[in-house]
């Protein structure tokens, strides 16, 4: 499963992004897909993840971007979004979309996570 993020871009506080993760190959229909984040010396962070079908589509949040951020996938289109509002500078980082199999529990766990795609950068000025 080849993952790509594309969307990001330069917009102020307060603002919104809509970041997109697509598969070229095989569907990602039977993976869990999550969110990560990762800004410059920090390490990759958690953000968003929805669960693949079977597990009916359930979401899980970081703390830091509960309410402000949404996470949704259409199979059909072999598509992650996440929808990101109400943006803060804290937000800066380079966004990572990634698949994993690891039973719900653990996905927020960078570790469980393969077939990186390259990130999209998001900057947030105040």
């Known amino acids: 499963v080849q993952l790509q993020a594309f969307g990001g871009g330069l917009v102020q506080a307060g603002g919104y992004l809509r970041l997109s993760c697509t598969t070229s190959?095989?569907?990602?229909?039977?993976?869990?897909v999550g969110w990560f984040r990762q800004a410059p010396e920090k390490e990759r962070e958690f953000v968003a993840a929805?669960?693949?079908?079977?597990?009916?589509?359930?979401?899980q949040y970081a703390d830091s971007v509960k309410g402000r951020f949404s996470i949704s996938r259409d199979n059909a289109k072999n598509t992650v979004y996440l929808q990101m509002n109400s943006l803060k500078p804290e937000d800066t980082a380079v966004y990572y979309c990634?698949?994993?199999?690891?039973?719900?529990?653990?996905?927020?766990?960078?570790?469980?996570?393969?077939?990186w795609g390259q990130g999209t950068q998001v900057t947030v000025s105040s």
């Open positions: 190959g095989r569907t990602f229909r039977d993976f869990h």
């Open positions: 929805v669960a693949r079908s079977a597990y009916g589509r359930s979401t």
């Open positions: 990634a698949v994993t199999q690891i039973v719900w529990a653990y996905v927020h766990d960078t570790q469980y996570y393969t077939n």
